[in-house]
């Protein structure tokens, strides 16, 4: 069978290309050896009648769900047709959308019209394990990310970084909103809550000011792992906003304060406002927790003295 195929013409099937069993508990009695021939005869001419039928609408590729005969096999090698068996439905529903093919679940009703294409399909081999590689296809939304590593704890880190990635480019699909990253986001909003808060008497001034160094804590933590002096690095990163460039944030990459949004280092917004939404959230389960302790502390009257030393 052939190992590569280039300007491929891949069919799509949903069907055995082997010799099915009966519904029913059937049994054939042979009383002579031509029986037993005519039989295993009509076995390969069935066999021979599916692949004629690929081989008629012109694929060149076969891709199937179910399973191929060794016959069957035999017949597609012949004919140089590369063919793959016992593929997953989702492998093969991703195939239909990229190459522009149709599934078909019957072998005798597929057209060249239900072919899907690509510009080569191939057979590698990395490193123990044979993989089919069908690239170049004709609409190549669905792809598959081939990730390697020196062990499997770099492996699963590399696949979680993958799948952050991807879902930061849905969530900016799903909300078409960004803001500068290096913490520029969360040194202009401390700032503006600061100024806010002296506009409060008592303890909602302090609140909102706690509030606003709990955001400083995210520039804060960029420029010591940075391994920046988080002290100058808050105090230039302040004194630059307070100039009305609000996109100034902390560049980890060369160590120095620049416009984060020049750098093409945006965020999604949808994340920051849940990142947001959160914090606020876990903060104020702490404190509704603080204070059922306290309450409940209050009504059992005074705590006992410690035990003299």
């Known amino acids: 069978m052939p190992t590569k195929i280039e300007k491929a013409k891949i069919a799509l099937v949903n069907a055995p290309l082997e010799i099915e069993k009966t519904e029913m508990s059937a ?61 997953k439905e989702s492998d093969l529903t991703k195939l239909a959308k ?37 690239e170049g296809c004709r609409n190549p939304h669905a792809v598959t990310l081939l990730l390697r590593g020196g062990s499997q704890r770099v492996v699963d880190e590399v696949d979680r970084s993958i799948h952050d990635a991807l879902m930061v480019v849905k969530d900016v699909i799903e909300k078409p909103a960004i803001v500068a990253g290096g913490g520029a986001p969360e040194a202009y909003l401390a700032s503006g809550l600061k100024d806010w ?12 000011k706690k509030y606003a160094e709990a955001l400083e804590i995210i520039p804060l933590t960029i420029a010591e792992n940075a391994g920046m002096d988080p002290i100058d690095t808050m105090i230039t990163l302040r004194a630059k906003q307070a100039q009305g460039k609000k996109w100034t944030g902390i560049d980890a990459r060369n160590t120095r304060i620049a416009d984060m949004y020049s750098l ?3 965020e999604p917004v949808a994340v920051k406002e849940q990142i947001i939404k959160s914090a606020t959230e876990a903060a104020c ?7 059922v302790i306290a309450s409940s502390g209050a009504k059992g009257g005074h705590a006992p003295h410690p035990p003299m030393g």
């Open 98 to 134: 990229a190459t522009g093919g149709t599934i078909s679940t019957n072998l005798d009703d597929i057209t060249s019209k239900d072919l899907g294409s690509a510009e080569h399909v191939e057979q590698r081999k990395v490193e123990t394990d044979k993989w089919v590689f069908i």
């Open 27 to 87: 049994e054939i009695r042979i009383t002579d050896p031509t029986q037993m021939q005519m039989f295993l005869e009509e076995e390969n001419r069935m066999l021979k009648a599916m692949v004629d039928k690929i081989i008629e609408v012109g694929a060149n590729v076969l891709i199937c769900q179910k399973g191929i005969d060794d016959i069957a096999q035999h017949y597609l090698a012949k004919a140089g047709i590369l063919s793959v068996r016992r593929v």
């Open 197 to 208: 808060a002296d506009r409060f008497e008592g303890r909602e001034q302090l609140a909102i």
């Open 285 to 291: 389960m702490i404190l509704r927790i603080d204070d």
């Open 264 to 266: 093409d280092i945006v």
